[in-house]
């Protein structure tokens, strides 16, 4: 299996995260926080990282994803737990 | 069976153990009133919304009455729906609960709440997992009502949820690291269930759930307390 690209996982990322943050892909982009900005809590954290997981096969490091607070902070971590980026 | 994580702990395995005791040791004294309706409501839920997830709420200071309803009953919850796994946190009220649970043979569901990660890793296995569930909306506090976390969980798991309430004329409120009512021996247990809410309605926050549960403890308190005793809703916050 080819790596995506890293466009490519920033746009599937932040339409998942449109999704579970029931939120248009501009506002998950221009979000420094997630938490503070978007609402995000421990459910719908919990919800991303299985959408997250479930598009790419993986699985995120657990320490790791409790400190994701960002859309660039999640997709480095796809992109080093899918071994780098194509 | 208990998931994941450590065992609950000396303390919590002791004061368990001696709630277990005394839940066996009572649980032959007692009536228990709606134990067969409680069943026939729970199979109705689960008929009615088949291959959701079936999660009984109930106040923490159901559970007491809750395990000696069981006993005495010999499965209270579980027909129709599959063997129930009891959510319990790591805080030392949930590790207590867990213990004894543990000890009257039910399945426990550890729910780890201290640590973000494990927090996110534990909510990801129960919104994945199909299994029923029960869980008392309150254990955090503020005691009698439903935290924000949980109509969350259920629209997440597009569950279906089931408000039980278990209610006993005569016990001892105990209020330690949780709200606890211990019944007393000879008591007249009631069991109420009331109507299902599915996850796709749970978008309206925590509100129809707290209605739905103060419904439940009102019709359970009627049942136990006779009509005279019991009022508006929440009146059992005053026994």
Known sequence: MSLPAAVDLDATIARLAAVEFKTDEARVRSAKSFRGEIGMDSISAANLLFAVEEEYGIELDAEEVARLDSLAELVAAVGRALGGLA | ?239
């Open chain 2, 1 to 239: 069976m208990s998931t994941p994580g450590p065992g609950p702990g000396p303390l919590a395995t002791v004061a368990g153990a001696l709630l277990a005791a005394r839940v066996r040791s009572i649980a032959g004294s007692v009536e228990v009133l709606g134990a067969a309706g409680a069943r026939s409501r729970i199979e109705e839920a689960r008929a009615s919304f088949p291959g959701r997830k079936l999660v009984l709420f109930y106040w923490i200071e159901d559970v007491l009455p809750m395990m000696v309803a069981d006993v005495h009953a010999g499965g209270l919850l579980d027909a129709g729906a599959g063997e129930i796994r009891f959510a319990c946190d790591d805080s030392l009220g949930g590790r207590v609960a867990e213990s004894l649970l543990s000890r009257l043979g039910r399945r426990t569901l550890l729910l780890r709440w201290r640590r973000p990660a494990e927090r996110i890793r534990d909510l990801q296995r129960i919104l994945r997992s199909k299994e029923p569930m029960g869980i008392a909306v309150d254990g955090h506090g503020p005691y009698g009502r439903v935290g924000d976390a949980f109509p969350r969980m259920v629209e997440s798991a597009g569950a279906c949820a089931v408000p039980v309430a278990v209610v006993a004329d005569r016990a001892t409120r105990v209020r330690a690291r949780a709200l606890l009512a211990v019944p007393r021996r000879g008591a007249r247990i009631a069991v109420a269930v009331g109507p299902p809410i599915v996850g796709d309605a749970a978008s309206g926050g925590a509100a129809p759930f707290q209605s739905a549960l103060e419904a439940a403890r009102d019709a359970a308190a009627r049942d136990a307390l006779g009509a005279a005793a019991c009022g508006a809703s929440g009146s059992l916050a005053r026994w």
